[in-house]
Every structure is written in C-alpha cells, then in structure tokens.
C-alpha cells in the first residue's frame, strides 16, 4: 500500500555547476522527492514524460518500490537546463522546455485517492490544485512551488495555498512571492492565509519553521564536498513528507525532526551531480548524519 502521494515533474536536466556538467540526466521535482520520501515511505508518483524517456530511469525509479501507475508518458520530456555560479544557493535557469507538461493533466488512479500524506512538488499549480481535487481528504498536505510558476500562474498558486497544510519555499521566492524582504513578514503572510506551517529553505543555511506561535531554525550542514545542489529543495520535501507518514505524528516538535531528516537527505543530495548520490544512498548514513545534526544544536 502506498501512503505518500507526489506530485511534480519528472525531468532531463542539463546542468552546469563550478564542479562539471552533465546532459539529460534524470532530474525533476517529483523524482528527488519520490527518492527523499523512499528511504521513509511507499511513494507513488503523478507526472508525465515523453516517449524519448530512458528505460533504465524508469527502472531505477520502480527499484525504490515508487508506484509508476500515474507516470504518463506522452510527446518529449520536460526538460530543464540550470546552472550554479560560486555561489551554489541560487539555481539560474538557462532554458525551460515544458514540452509534454504543456498539456499534462494530472490524473490521480482510483487506488492512490485514499492516500492520506500529499506532496505538491513543484509543478503547474493548476495540476496542483487538479490533484488536490481528485484525493479523499488527505490527512496532511505539503506545497511546493518556485520563480517559474510565481511569476507565470501567481492566481492558482494562491488558491493551492489556500488548500494545504505546510508551505515549503525558499528565502528568495517567499520574499518575490509575499512582495515583502522580510522573512518573518512572508511567513505571517502564508499562516494567514490558512496553512499551519511554513518551513522556508535557506540553501547551505538551513532551513526555518513558522507556526501560529512557535519558530525552530534548522541548522545547515557543514558540507565540504558539495559539487550540485539541484534537488536539494525537492529531496528536502520529500524526505520529510516521507518521515511524517512513517511516524503518523503531526505534532510541531515531530515537524521538527522531520525538518532535520528533510535537511540530512538533500544535504547528501548536494554530494553529487543528479540523483548519484540518492542512488547510493542507505538508511544507516542518514541516522549517522542526523545525530550529527543533534550535536550541532547542542548548546
Ligand atoms: P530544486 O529542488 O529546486 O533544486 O529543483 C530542481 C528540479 O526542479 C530540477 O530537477 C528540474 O527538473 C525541476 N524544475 C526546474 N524548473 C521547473 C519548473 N518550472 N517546474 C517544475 N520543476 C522544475
């Protein structure tokens, strides 16, 4: 049975870091967080991509145990071309190419409606809300977005806000996004619009939780060997949605932990160029890493 639903972009990424470049490797919002949420949970993934997609993605993805029954395929996959300067918080976008996601329409199979953890990764909100529309009640409901969809579809973006419990973003974006640089002023702009929680994502440092009347501050991990943070935000995402529908606790002080698990999972995503690094990936070095996660908090 599977009991986290994701929702977002299955890609071929092209991208260029101070570290090396690689070509249509397999990128995309849904696929980091299908493999985040793997290491916690039985992901099932709603996307699309095109005919020109490589089987053995498609295989790596099934041998995580992520269900593909609402993988579309149709035309050529969305494809994204991305580059890093020295500074490695800020992804620039080079070249968007939606191709099949132009069309796409997200249709949730009759078997995933119950599932009761929902992502909205990043993707047309529109296919967002189109999801949120076809689930049974969801228990708890995570969104995503970034820049592109700010800037092109602001209006379904406000109304998916509207419908969900956690709102994840980064620094930048919370700030174009609630039109204020305050970062405390953006995230009392999302609670009154109705989420409970807002976690903005500050790259290499860290990342904040805003509730009605409490504030946490996750510390970034001190990486030395960092070479693409592409799918940094997304693993984060997934890795906690993952660990909420494992421990069923949706508590502030578990939202906590699940923060910290967010940030070990991406924080070994920025290890190496695509999903390398996730591939490799075992349980036994994200507890490791989390542990050292704790003894950084210790004061
Ligand atoms: P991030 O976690 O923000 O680094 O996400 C990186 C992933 O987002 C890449 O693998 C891209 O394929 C994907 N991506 C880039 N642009 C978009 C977009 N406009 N909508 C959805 N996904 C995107």
Same mark, same amino acid.
């Given at each position: 049975?599977?009991?986290?639903?994701?929702?977002?972009?299955?890609?071929?990424?092209?991208?260029?870091?101070?570290?090396?470049?690689?070509?249509?490797?397999?990128?995309?919002?849904?696929?980091?967080?299908?493999?985040?949420?793997?290491?916690?949970?039985?992901?099932?993934?709603?996307?699309?991509?095109?005919?020109?997609?490589?089987?053995?993605?498609?295989?790596?993805? @099934?041998?995580?145990?992520?269900?593909?029954?609402?993988? %579309?395929?149709?035309?050529?996959?969305?494809?994204?071309?991305?580059?890093?300067?020295?500074?490695?918080?800020?992804?620039?976008?080079? $070249?968007?190419?939606?191709?099949?996601?132009?069309?796409?329409?997200?249709?949730?199979?009759? $078997?995933?409606?119950?599932?009761?953890?929902?992502?909205?990764? #990043?993707?047309?909100?529109?296919?967002?809300?189109?999801?949120?529309?076809?689930?049974?009640?969801?228990?708890?409901?995570?969104?995503?977005?970034?820049? =592109?969809?700010? #800037?092109?579809? $602001?209006?379904?973006?406000? #109304?998916?806000?509207?419908?969900?419990?956690?709102?994840?973003? #980064?620094?930048?974006?919370? @700030?174009?996004?609630?039109?204020?640089?305050?970062?405390? %002023?953006?995230?009392?702009?999302?609670?009154?619009?109705?989420?409970?929680?807002?976690?903005?994502?500050?790259?290499?440092?860290?990342?904040?939780?805003?509730?009605?009347?409490?504030?946490?501050?996750?510390?970034?991990?001190?990486?030395?060997?960092?070479?693409?943070?592409?799918?940094?935000?997304?693993? =984060?995402?997934?890795?906690?949605?993952?660990?909420?529908?494992?421990?069923?606790?949706?508590?502030?002080?578990?939202? @906590?932990?699940?923060?910290?698990?967010?940030?070990?999972?991406?924080?070994?995503?920025?290890?190496?160029?695509?999903?390398?690094?996730?591939?490799?990936?075992?349980?036994?070095?994200?507890?490791?890493?989390?542990?050292?996660?704790?003894?950084?908090?210790?004061?």
């Amino acid at each position: 049975m599977n009991d986290v639903l994701v929702i977002g972009t299955v890609a071929l990424d092209t991208i260029e870091t101070p570290f090396g470049k690689v070509e249509k490797a397999l990128g995309g919002s849904a696929t980091y967080a299908s493999f985040a949420a793997s290491f916690f949970a039985t992901p099932a993934l709603i996307s699309v991509v095109g005919n020109d997609f490589p089987k053995e993605y498609i295989e790596l993805m @099934r041998k995580r145990s992520i269900s593909l029954d609402g993988l %579309k395929i149709i035309g050529k996959t969305f494809h994204w071309e991305g580059f890093y300067e020295y500074d490695m918080n800020e992804a620039k976008t080079r $070249k968007t190419e939606l191709n099949s996601l132009e069309h796409f329409k997200a249709d949730v199979p009759e $078997k995933f409606k119950g599932i009761k953890y929902v992502f909205l990764a #990043n993707i047309d909100p529109e296919q967002q809300l189109e999801t949120l529309r076809q689930m049974n009640k969801p228990d708890f409901v995570v969104l995503d977005t970034m820049n =592109f969809w700010i #800037n092109n579809k $602001k209006k379904y973006l406000i #109304n998916v806000i509207k419908k969900v419990d956690v709102l994840l973003l #980064n620094d930048g974006e919370a @700030r174009q996004l609630f039109n204020t640089i305050n970062l405390v %002023k953006a995230a009392n702009s999302a609670l009154s619009m109705g989420v409970k929680a807002v976690i903005i994502k500050k790259g290499e440092h860290g990342a904040l939780l805003f509730t009605k009347n409490k504030h946490f501050s996750a510390p970034g991990y001190p990486l030395e060997n960092i070479k693409d943070p592409t799918g940094c935000g997304d693993s =984060f995402g997934g890795a906690f949605v993952g660990y909420l529908s494992k421990t069923k606790d949706l508590s502030e002080k578990n939202l @906590r932990k699940a923060i910290v698990y967010g940030s070990v999972v991406a924080s070994h995503n920025a290890e190496d160029f695509g999903l390398n690094r996730l591939k490799q990936l075992k349980m036994k070095d994200i507890e490791k890493r989390y542990k050292e996660f704790q003894d950084i908090r210790e004061f």
